[in-house]
């Protein structure tokens, strides 16, 4: 049997855990630059506010005091994230991290009741541990979990599909798109062949759906009959690349403020590639107007390294010289980008014989040491004078929250 344990409304409540002025109030998270909508409390939902709708759209709201705001606060998401998993591996199972969010479990084939029990028991220890609501949905595969979540969610946040008769029902209720693996695409072009709902998807013949859909999609109709097609990926693959971008809060045609956003988003996709026990062999920059601008313009310039590299200064005097190749006086960027790839794993690097600093003990060194003081006390406790201290380009977040759990200055004082 599969558990899927889905944080309630995650960015909202982790806002409402540390604020209890928030609690029963209608609050809606902002992306970056306060652009649009990414998480919303029950309560703003009941207002009919959209995933994703601009924020200007809901200006009068925010302005009249009637729906709270806060802007994204993506460093207390993810430890309020990592809290919950170490919570999740109190109850000795095997795990899957699917999202930030989500996580599947293994947990053992057994009655209704008890399942419930066990629910109901995940339930409260991540809420005494962590402050935060999931919903715990269970089936006798992911599918049928990730079906069982969706109806908790609905109701008591806790669903056990277990009989046939049960699942048929759940599955009668919900629209062939929302099924996981299937979505939007493959729905059309099941009812293009009169395929309507996910009951027929679970009872339609092997060889017909394999013909529509190919095997991803015979493996979801499997999953919906009770047979598991997918298994717990609990070790997942590292990534093949590694991506930090962000819009500026004002256009600038400084290459000064590009300089600055480039070793910015060096320093951080660098960071998550030592997190990983990486190196890379390529970097490239990626720069461009904003959609509005009158001049458009977008280019990029990457180069090859020699030898894989994890050490910040090094990277960030490659990203500069691929700005430079690019960079263009007079136009209005909005938006810049530094992509890290071609990894090899840090312990296995063969070294270039015309490599003059064989060495890099001291480097590595030196890295692990950053690392280690900014994630004891602050993501930037330590940073690079590259990175500028002004940083004029920020991006916009006017209502972003302290953080809490990752800053000793943040930390809640009690008066």
Not at 100 to 107: H, Q
Not at 243 to 263: H, N
Not at 351 to 357: I, R, S, V
């Amino acid at each position: 049997m599969f558990a899927l344990i889905d944080c309630n409304n995650f960015f909202a409540s982790c806002e409402m855990v540390f604020d209890l002025k928030l609690k029963d109030k209608p609050l809606v998270v902002l992306s970056n630059n306060d652009g649009c909508v990414i998480a919303r409390s029950n309560e703003a939902k009941k207002l009919g506010i959209k995933m994703a709708q601009p924020a200007f759209e809901i200006k009068d709201l925010i302005n009249s005091g009637i729906v709270n705001v806060r802007s994204s606060n993506f460093s207390l998401y993810t430890d309020m994230s990592r809290r919950v998993m170490q919570t999740l591996v109190q109850f000795e199972n095997d795990m899957e991290l699917y999202s930030v969010d989500e996580v599947f479990m293994e947990v053992p084939d057994s009655s209704k009741s008890d399942l419930e029990k066990l629910a109901a028991k995940i339930r409260n220890k991540v809420k005494m541990w962590t402050g935060l609501s999931v919903s715990v949905g269970i089936g006798a595969t992911k599918t049928l979990a990730k079906l069982a979540n969706k109806q908790a969610k609905e109701g008591s946040n806790i669903k056990v599909l277990l009989h046939e008769s049960e699942i048929d029902e759940a599955l009668s209720a919900t629209n062939l798109e929302d099924i996981w693996g299937i979505g939007r695409r493959c729905a059309k072009r099941l009812k293009k062949a009169n395929i309507h709902s996910p009951l027929e998807l679970k009872l339609i013949d092997d060889i017909i759906i394999k013909k529509i859909l190919g095997v991803m999609g015979l493996r979801v109709s499997l999953e919906l009959r009770g047979i598991n097609s997918f298994s717990l990926d609990n070790s997942p693959t590292p990534r093949k690349s590694i991506l930090s971008s962000r819009s500026f809060g004002r256009p600038t045609s400084e290459l000064s403020d590009l300089e600055e956003a480039v070793s910015s988003f060096t320093t951080k996709a660098t960071e998550k590639l030592r997190k990983e026990k990486q190196a890379t062999s390529f970097i490239s920059v990626f720069v461009s107007t904003g959609k509005k601008s009158k001049e458009q313009y977008f280019n990029q310039a990457g180069i090859s390294l020699s030898t894989p590299l994890s050490y910040t200064p090094d990277l960030i005097s490659y990203a500069k010289k691929c700005l430079k190749k690019i960079y263009k006086p007079h136009i209005l960027y909005k938006k810049a980008a530094v992509m890290l790839s071609d990894f090899s794993d840090q312990a296995s690097i063969q070294k270039d014989l015309f490599e003059k600093d064989l060495n890099l003990t001291k480097k590595e060194k030196l890295m692990q040491l950053l690392d280690k003081i900014n994630n004891r006390y602050d993501k930037e406790a330590l940073f690079f004078m590259s990175s500028g201290i002004d940083r004029k380009w920020k991006s916009n977040r006017v209502n972003v929250s302290p953080k809490y759990t990752t800053s000793w200055a943040d930390l809640l004082k009690v008066k």
